[in-house]
């Protein structure tokens, strides 16, 4: 007897331990393929935002209007005046000594007054009215749209103002639709910044030799006036500490203004704090995206100090400010994270994984955070601007485990019930102390064999069915995160198709490094759309977008139907090939009954629209090379002789219409159609 009890109280402590084991194995499996699978996610997101930004701005920077309102204000600006008085000066003094100085964080050295004050009268002029007589608080300044009621002057100082009220408007309205923090507006001779949305200390200062000719601002103008704009047209400066802010972490963009040619002007944009925070949240919607109460997705930059604000931050600063302090965090750190309420910058984190990451490697690791909390760690690098950023994506062990621990406490407290029970009862129910071991058993070897759609049978009150409950409550939980990391993966999997081909995407997903084919009878459709600059101008960015896209989105309409792919749009061009991942016998039909459906699809859009498009079509077939190009961000290429003649075709034509090869030409004879 006493040997039955015991064997049945060894027996359901081998199952709760085993059962422990392979179940702790499978979550800790399960939370890394939902880690990976949503810093794929957050990787592509945050890549897309800053795609989206660049573009944005760089549309918006092409816009003819800022020529014309750079003029404006520099005239205004040089027409301001007159010195202020004794009275005025003290204002702006006081504004300085009492307010401005006062709130910048700790972390700022320089204290000094007369380092921030505006060395022109024109800068004084404008900071005294728009910042200093200003009603409005700290960054609601853009609100106040005129200055007259504040200012006793002549037609000089109304210059500035018209041109102010005339488009500061729409500044306001570009910033909220870029979602950008500031708009600048600053003089490319002599760097003053002539306007600016927010009305900051900047504002009427000289980026060349004023008080922040060293901040990141000073840095992106000057790229963008000197032509460093890179491929992308637009500057794009990481994170300082920008002293006009008050000492906030800011990162700028910009690009020139160009007036026939010549540079006039920069214009700058302040990134959004907020903006990129909700990029890497989704809006602070953690535990909608699979990260429960501890998980975090966050950004690291080159100097291995955060490029987004902590979600412990966000949601209890009280408690993640005394965590600092308790690690030992000098005060100086933990005041500024206090006075500015955001950790970019301030908060240091020199993990292992970020040093990995910012060593371009991608990987996954338990370790200690910043906060000295063991922590799954799944990171990658990113590249910003022509830098190297870390993105981790972050859980703690103790949520993560969870429901093994809750399951060991169930084991321990059934376990000890049972032998309570069995010493009592053993004689008459041997049979009914083995049966929920053996379910128990049998749910264990399911577990371990991956299969977690049952659940095991746990009626009663007993303590054995207690411990039934409690391993069904950790299989429904591992079910439902299998669930989550699949719907994670069927998003990664959509957007990768979006962007390659089904067969090309497969072989990425299968594990191929180098994907490079040739296809030996393709035909290449190369569209140029003429009359693209003057549909856009005098048109807003919304506008010309929304048009353009209507346009394209024809065209991929009427490929999809006669069996063509669209390659890529690049500005005023699209590329489509037939018979690339799909051979056909009717290539060149195919692609020359969608150039004429493309023409058709021009003429009606052309009438709808009151615009004047002309389509310039070259076609040629034969033999291409294809493959992806790049590794972070890659791109689907096609490349031949044949791409090159299309390309050339379609350039190089007198008249509009479809034009292609003789030996194209050659193929299609008999079947009613032409290069006309």
């Not at 200093?132 to 300044?141: E, R, S, Y």
């Amino acid at each position: 007897m006493v040997l039955l009890v015991m064997s049945g109280i060894v027996g359901a402590i081998a199952i709760g331990v085993i059962g422990y084991v392979q179940g702790e194995h499978s979550l800790r499996r399960a939370t890394w393929d939902q880690l990976v699978s949503i810093r794929e996610t957050k990787k592509a997101c945050f890549e897309r935002w800053t795609d989206q930004q660049l573009r944005e701005f760089r549309i918006l920077s092409s816009d003819q209007q800022l020529v014309s309102a750079a003029a404006d204000f520099r005239r205004g600006f040089d027409d301001l005046g007159p010195t202020l008085t004794d009275a005025e000066q003290q204002r702006l003094l006081g504004y300085y000594r009492d307010t401005f100085v006062p709130q910048l964080p700790a972390n700022i050295d320089d204290r000094a007054v007369d380092t921030y004050l505006p060395d022109t009268n024109a800068g004084a002029r404008l900071q005294l009215d728009y910042i200093v007589d200003n009603p409005n608080p700290a960054g609601k300044k853009y609100l106040l749209e005129t200055r007259s009621e504040s200012v006793i002057a002549g037609d000089a100082v109304d210059a500035y103002d018209a041109a102010h009220r005339a488009y500061h408007p729409t500044f306001v309205r570009l910033m909220n639709e870029t979602q950008l923090y500031d708009l600048f507006l600053i003089d490319a001779e002599t760097g003053d910044v002539l306007y600016t949305t927010q009305k900051e200390a900047d504002l009427g200062t000289s980026l060349i030799d004023g008080p922040y000719h060293l901040s990141g601002l000073a840095t992106a103008f000057e790229r963008a006036r000197t032509g460093d704009v890179g491929d992308a047209g637009v500057v794009l400066v990481d994170f300082k500490h920008y002293t006009a802010s008050f000492g906030a972490p800011a990162a700028f963009l910009a690009a020139p203004i160009t007036d026939n040619g010549k540079v006039v002007a920069v214009v700058a944009g302040q990134v959004s704090i907020d903006a990129l925070n909700n990029a890497m949240t989704s809006n602070g919607n953690w535990k909608d995206e699979g990260l429960g109460a501890s998980g975090e997705s966050y950004l690291v930059g080159p100097d291995m100090t955060a490029r987004t604000d902590s979600r412990f931050l966000i949601e209890d600063k009280a408690d993640y400010l005394a965590t600092l302090t308790r690690l030992g965090v000098d005060d100086a750190t933990v005041q500024a994270i206090d006075t500015s309420g955001h950790s970019i910058l301030n908060q240091s984190i020199e993990t292992g994984p970020v040093r990995a990451a910012l060593d371009g490697k991608t990987g996954t690791s338990t370790i200690a955070d910043y906060r000295g909390i063991e922590v799954m760690s799944a990171y990658a690098p990113v590249m910003v601007g022509g830098e190297r950023w870390a993105i981790l994506i972050e859980k703690d062990v103790s949520e993560a485990l969870d429901p093994m621990y809750r399951m060991r406490r169930n084991i321990l407290l059934a376990t000890g019930a049972a032998a309570i029970v069995l010493t009592l009862l053993a004689l008459w129910s041997a049979r009914a102390f083995l049966r929920p071991i053996v379910r128990l058993q049998d749910g264990v070897e399911r577990l371990k064999s991956g299969d977690v759609d049952f659940s095991i049978d746990a009626e009663g009150h007993d303590e054995f069915a207690s411990l039934g409950r409690a391993f069904n409550e950790m299989i429904a939980e591992v079910r439902q995160r299998n669930r989550t990391i699949a719907e994670k993966t069927a998003e990664y999997e959509k957007l990768l198709r979006n962007v390659l081909p089904d067969a090309v995407a497969d072989r990425m997903r299968g594990g191929d490094q180098v994907v490079a084919d040739t296809f030996r009878n393709v035909s290449i459709g190369y569209i140029s759309i003429d009359g693209l600059p003057r549909l856009m101008h005098g048109l807003d960015a919304t506008a010309t977008i929304k048009l353009l896209n209507e346009l394209v989105d024809s065209f991929d309409d009427a490929a999809e139907r006669h069996g063509v792919e669209k390659v890529r749009t690049i500005g005023d061009a699209y590329l489509a090939a037939c018979g690339l991942s799909t051979p056909r016998l009717d290539h060149r039909q195919r692609m020359s009954s969608f150039a004429h459906e493309a023409l058709a699809i021009v003429e009606r859009f052309n009438a709808a629209k009151g615009c004047d498009l002309q389509l310039q079509i070259g076609m040629a077939s034969g033999e291409v090379d294809a493959g992806i190009v790049g590794r972070h961000r890659f791109v689907y290429e096609i490349l031949g002789g044949c791409v090159a003649d299309a390309r050339r075709l379609a350039s190089a034509g007198d008249q509009p219409g479809v034009h292609m090869t003789p030996e194209f030409e050659q193929a299609l004879s008999g079947t009613g159609q032409d290069g006309q």
